[in-house]
């Protein structure tokens, strides 16, 4: 179990999630901003449910506040090109 | 309502309110944090990382910044928890001659000032980083500019004061009104309230409200700012780089730029992260306290970091956010007493700084309460009062 990967891009597993919980007996705030868990490539699109589920658990925070870190815009990783690309209305 | 009466309640957990808890927990003072939601919840997570001296007139604000550099390399040595120091040094980039000119003339003044800058020409540009456009024509560096972690920096204060000095934390405890009952604070906060004879408003752009609560007008105002994460793909480069540009718009001075730029106020920053990835910066704008991110000026921005770095046209972002730097008139903070309401301090108003001065701003606060003759800078330009002399002369 403690080997289980839950965030795919940044690579934490739970043995992970719950020992920084343990160390510095944190918020679910802290150990995701700690453990970067969600907030690699995609965006924690994929494991967002996961991670916050687990963190619920361990840190016995009632949900609606173990959530902070939302998604953020954009909602899916897009070029710098795609977003300041010279092809737009300038100006 | 917990009995007990604190010596000084310290209101935010950002890095002002984290910084000025540690020192005077330090100090051997009965402390208490009081942060309405996480520690490092407010503008403090929703920034970048700089410990700048590159981008500050010469003079007051470099001293200051130099010292609060000195006291971060101190605890960079005496926290127990790593908060992603690194002393990488810093460099601006010039967009055009005019600038480059201005460069020169910059690191002349802050060497005279006994500070350590170097000019950098094309060619050092160049061996920063791969990616950036062949007609920059050159910039400067800062060789004692550092990066840190600011969330992660908080905790580590938070941490060492808890376990070593007695420091008392609150969290989800957002303060509602205060009243003073003869030389006492009452704190009332929606977790319990708080008795202490002293208090700390460090909660940044939010301290006007705090001080309404005693009828202290603050003249602090929120200027907003985005951010856009980008994604590990190849390393970019190794330390923090701003357009000299920054400056010109920080300071409002004249600079050359198209329409949207000056409009959004946006300026480069790239910052290279810990954990690789990147974050580009930044946008100014007077918009009041909304946090919603206005995908034109994460175009702008974009366009702007393309300028400089044409050849990360491919690169990914993942992420953008907001965050309020809490602004003066005269671009400096509020460190100071409030002599109408003795007992209520205030430390907040470090509008782009905070990172870089929390330290610096955290030592004063804790002299100016302990009542020290002597300070680590002076306090007169940080005072309070300044604000009302301009109002009887304007
Ligand atoms: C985009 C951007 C980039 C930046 N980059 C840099 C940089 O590179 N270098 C640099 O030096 N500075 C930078 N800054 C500026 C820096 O982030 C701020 O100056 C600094 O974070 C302010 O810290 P603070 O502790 O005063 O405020 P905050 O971090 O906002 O802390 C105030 C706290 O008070 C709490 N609070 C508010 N009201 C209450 C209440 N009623 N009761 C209890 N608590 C309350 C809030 O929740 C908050 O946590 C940047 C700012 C932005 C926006």
């Known amino acids: 179990m403690k080997d289980t990967i839950i965030c795919r891009c940044e690579e934490i597993t739970l043995g992970d999630l719950e020992e920084i919980a343990k160390k510095h007996n944190s918020s679910a705030r802290e150990i995701k901003l700690l453990s970067r868990a969600g907030m690699g490539f995609c965006g924690g699109r994929t494991c967002r449910p996961a991670i916050d589920k687990i963190l619920t658990n361990i840190t016995k925070e009632n949900p609606s506040d173990a959530l902070p870190l939302k998604v953020a815009p954009p909602v899916r990783p897009i070029s710098l090109t795609d977003l300041g690309g010279f092809g737009k209305d300038d100006e | ?394």
Request: aromatic content about 8%.
């Open chain 2, 1 to 394: 309502m917990s009995a007990k009466n604190y010596e000084v309640a310290v209101i935010g957990g950002g890095i002002v309110g984290c910084s000025v808890a540690f020192y005077l927990a330090e100090s051997g003072l009965d402390v208490i944090l009081i942060e309405k939601n996480d520690i490092a919840s407010g503008t403090s997570s929703r920034c970048d990382g700089n410990v700048s001296i590159v981008d500050k007139d010469p003079g007051f604000d470099s001293h200051m910044s130099w010292v609060s550099q000195e006291l971060i390399e101190d605890l960079s040595k005496r926290l127990d928890r790593p908060f992603e120091y690194r002393k990488s040094g810093s460099i601006l980039v010039c967009d055009n001659d005019d600038e480059m000119q201005a460069a020169v003339d910059w690191v002349k003044t802050q060497n005279e000032a006994g500070l350590k800058f170097n000019v950098l020409d094309r060619n050092d540009i160049k061996s920063e980083s791969p990616f950036f456009a062949d007609d920059i024509p050159g910039g400067l560096e800062c060789e004692t500019d550092s990066l840190i972690n600011p969330y992660m920096f908080c905790y580590a204060l938070v941490d060492k004061a808890e376990s070593e000095y007695g420091l008392q934390v609150k969290t989800r405890a957002e303060v509602t009104n205060i009243t003073k009952e003869g030389r006492e604070f009452k704190i009332q906060t929606t977790n319990e309230d708080v008795r202490a004879q002293k208090i700390v408003n460090a909660a940044g752009v939010w301290a006007p409200f705090i001080g309404k609560m005693l009828d202290v007008d603050i003249p602090i105002t929120p200027r907003k700012g985005h951010i856009l994460v980008g994604s590990r793909q190849q390393p970019v480069m190794m330390r923090n780089v701003m357009e000299f540009g920054y400056l010109m718009n920080k300071f409002g001075r004249e600079r050359i730029a198209d329409k949207r730029t000056t409009e959004h106020g946006v300026a480069l920053v790239l910052e290279p992260t810990e954990s690789q990835n990147f974050l580009l910066g930044s946008s100014r704008q007077f918009v009041g306290y909304d946090p919603t991110i206005d995908i034109r000026v994460v175009e702008t921005m974009a366009r702007r970091a393309l300028r400089f770095f044409p050849k990360m046209n491919d690169f990914k972002i993942i992420r953008a956010y907001t965050g309020f730097r809490p602004f003066t008139e005269d671009h400096l903070p509020i460190i100071s007493e409030v002599k109408e309401v003795p007992g209520f301090y205030i430390a907040a108003g470090h509008e782009g700084d905070g990172i870089s001065l929390a330290t610096g701003t955290a030592k004063l606060m804790e002299e100016i309460i302990n009542e020290k003759t002597e300070t680590i800078i002076p306090k007169e330009p940080l005072s309070f009062d300044r604000f009302k002399k301009s109002e009887v002369y304007a």
